[in-house]
C-alpha cells in the first residue's frame, strides 16, 4: 500500500510555493493514485484505502463532492467516531461553493 504514504506526503507539499511544487505534487498525486489501483486490482478489489485518506486524495485533485462522498460513507461506518463533528463540518465546507 505505498499509495497511502504517497497521499500523505502530497499532502504536505504547498503547491503555492512555486511550480516545482506543484508539478512535485501533481506527480506523487498520481504515483498515488496508480499504486492504490494496483493494489485494489492485484487483491482483487479486497484491499483499498480507508474513507479518510481517500478524501484527502480527492479533495488535493479538486474532486471536492467525491471527497466528501467518502467522508459520509466513513460516518456510515463509524457513527460513534469521536471525530464526527469535525468531519460533518468538513462535509459542510466541501459541499458549499
Known sequence: ????PLIHQAS???PAQS????ADREFIIKR????LTQA???????LTADYLTLAMLYEMKGDR???AAELE???????D?????AIREEIRKLRSP
Do not use: F, V, W
Open 1 to 4: 500500500m505505498r499509495g497511502i
Open 12 to 14: 504536505i507539499i504547498d
Open 19 to 22: 511550480k516545482t511544487a506543484a
Open 32 to 35: 498515488a493514485e496508480a499504486a
Open 40 to 46: 485494489s486490482e492485484l487483491s482483487g478489489k479486497k
Open 65 to 67: 463532492a467525491q471527497a
Open 73 to 79: 460513507q466513513y460516518l456510515q461506518k463509524n457513527p
Open 81 to 85: 467516531a469521536k471525530n464526527a463533528d
